[in-house]
């Protein structure tokens, strides 16, 4: 049944370019709404920018401009580098948008008249670059910040205080009666740990900038930049200005958080919601950090590397296909361009890109270049055997948020059919019904395979369908859950005219280059 799928990226700081880490976290919740629009869901995909707070102000100060100027510039660097990576977000949003201002003076108005926000004076450690207090327990040696590890700043405002003391017990509750709410699993402990260990209230507007968005009912106070980036998940779904939309895609909102930001979506937000008297979000999806040499990457340790200017040296397909095969989403991996370049090889030169190639080569020679019909399932092949449990499969990997495994489980299908290929040696064969029925199972395996590559490698994917002689695309909406021409074994009607070109995938060999390539 096609369902309702809103996903969601955090909102990046526009301080500085994006980089590997977060084109991994864009790259990913693309694939997920890629994979629910074949599905044939209704699919809203948002990610966006983060501008207000001390941090973009002093960046912007820095360069000698206003945060406002500074922010219009850097806005683009993030849309211009998703769109790079064929990323299909359905929508942008800037929190300096008039429909987010109003949005979070509407948000926070209605927790204020539902008296969970008291003025009070709050003083403690800060870290700019994390836009966050902690704890002096909390602090890293030295007295620096446990993520950055830079100097923290003491502040002191007269501000105004969410009350989210008060709202333990309904976290908990929540928690204990929504068990997937946050995956994977570890994270979830994570959150309720740290639940248990009693919460502070927290400090949510600021006297000491104007860059924000004004209190509504004191107007010399702006929001806190993450009460206020929070917000952007219900300002893209209407709150507060169309009710009907709103209450279509919300709460059915699934939230693709790094694990460095777990606490606000997991503790903040949902108590946050609760307080303005809305349903809590109904899944965090929550990733871990690309490291290169076994360290986060990070704007302020210049290990940062340029995901567009990497994609143009590797290939936009083959950029997504290793973020998104490399790690299982949860983990934490290591970046290297050599690992990236092997996986091209075995997995897109030498498998997909392969199988495509001599498969074209051969109907070429032995079929006229017209493309025979596979067999019916079970009858002959065992492709259609491996290719009805490979779908299965790969259906639940996603529905679980397993791009990786997804992809794993794919490319099993890829290289039975190689297999099956080798042993068979069609090219081997004089033309006739034998050879048809071969290279008709080896195109009907390619073009299954083809729809389950598509969120990861949507270029290669439509290419190989073109040269399949097929019509539409491979990642058509709804084609996954097509009866023919879908992801059932069959739909490959033969008689088509199969294209043979240069390699999809060119092998490339993995002393080229080096890390150098891509970073900055
Ligand atoms: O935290 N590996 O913005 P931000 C993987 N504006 N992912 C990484 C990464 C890495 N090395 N580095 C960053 C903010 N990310 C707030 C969010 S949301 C309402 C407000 C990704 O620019 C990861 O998804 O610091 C992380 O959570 C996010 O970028 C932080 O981006």
């Not at 948002?46 to 000698?64: F, N, S």
């Not at 006739?432 to 299954?448: K, Y």
Request: proline share 6%; hydrophobic share 40%; net charge negative.
């Amino acid at each position: 049944m096609p369902e309702r799928f809103y996903v969601t990226t955090p909102i990046y700081y526009p301080n500085d370019r994006p980089h590997l880490g977060t084109a991994y976290a864009t790259v990913t919740a693309d694939a997920l709404a890629r994979w629910h629009r074949l599905r044939g869901d209704d699919v809203l995909f948002l990610t966006g920018v983060d501008e207000h707070g001390l941090k973009i102000a002093r960046r912007a100060e820095e360069q000698g401009m206003t945060p406002a100027a500074w922010t219009d510039e850097t806005a683009g660097w993030f849309t211009d580098a998703w769109a790079a990576l064929a990323v299909t977000n359905d929508d942008f949003i800037r929190t300096t948008e008039e429909r987010h201002i109003r949005a979070v003076q509407r948000f926070t108005q209605a927790i204020y008249d539902n008296g969970h926000i008291f003025k009070g004076e709050y003083s403690g450690w800060y870290c700019v670059a994390c836009e966050a207090y902690y704890a002096q327990s909390e602090l890293a040696e030295g007295a620096s910040c446990p993520v950055h590890k830079s100097p923290v700043e003491w502040l002191v405002e007269e501000n105004y205080f969410f009350r989210l003391s008060a709202f333990a017990d309904r976290l908990l509750a929540w928690y204990a009666a929504n068990p997937g709410v946050v995956v994977p699993e570890s994270k979830r402990n994570e959150a309720v740990s740290f639940i248990r260990q009693g919460l502070a209230d927290i400090s949510i507007s600021r006297t000491s900038i104007d860059w924000g968005v004004p209190v509504p009912w004191d107007p010399d106070h702006v929001v806190y930049v993450w009460y206020d980036a929070l917000v952007n998940y219900v300002t893209a779904a209407g709150y507060g200005v169309d009710d009907e939309t709103f209450a279509a895609w919300w709460p059915s909102v699934h939230h693709l958080v790094g694990k460095d930001i777990l606490r606000f979506h997991g503790i903040w937000w949902p108590a946050m919601c609760m307080a303005a008297g809305i349903e809590p979000p109904r899944q965090l999806v929550v990733h871990g950090f690309l490291l290169v040499g076994g360290e986060k990457m990070s704007k302020s340790r210049l290990n940062q590397i340029d995901p567009v200017a990497l994609a143009a040296d590797v290939g936009v397909d083959a950029l997504r296909y290793h973020l998104l095969r490399e790690v299982s989403l949860g983990a934490d991996g290591e970046f290297s361009y050599e690992g990236l370049l092997a996986r091209y090889n075995a997995d897109l030169a030498n498998n997909l890109g392969n199988l495509a190639q001599r498969v074209a080569t051969v109907v070429g020679s032995k079929c006229g270049g017209i493309g025979p019909a596979p067999r019916p399932a079970g009858q002959g092949s065992r492709l259609s055997a491996v290719a009805e449990e490979v779908v299965r499969e790969a259906c639940i990997a996603w529905e679980r948020f397993a791009p990786h495994d997804a992809l794993a489980v794919s490319w099993r299908l890829v290289r039975e059919t190689n297999a099956e290929l080798e042993v068979t040696e069609p090219w081997k064969m004089a033309p006739g019904p034998e050879v048809d029925a071969v290279l008709g199972d080896a195109l009907e395996a390619l073009r299954i395979v083809t729809i389950l590559a598509s969120p990861a490698v949507p270029a290669a994917a439509a290419e190989i369908w073109r040269r399949l002689g097929l019509s539409g695309a491979p990642d058509d909406p709804g084609r996954a859950a097509r009866r023919g021409g879908g992801l059932d074994w069959g739909g490959y009607p033969g008689g088509l005219a199969v294209t043979k070109a240069d390699p999809v995938f060119p092998r490339r060999t993995t002393t080229e280059q080096s890390l150098g390539a891509g970073k900055r």
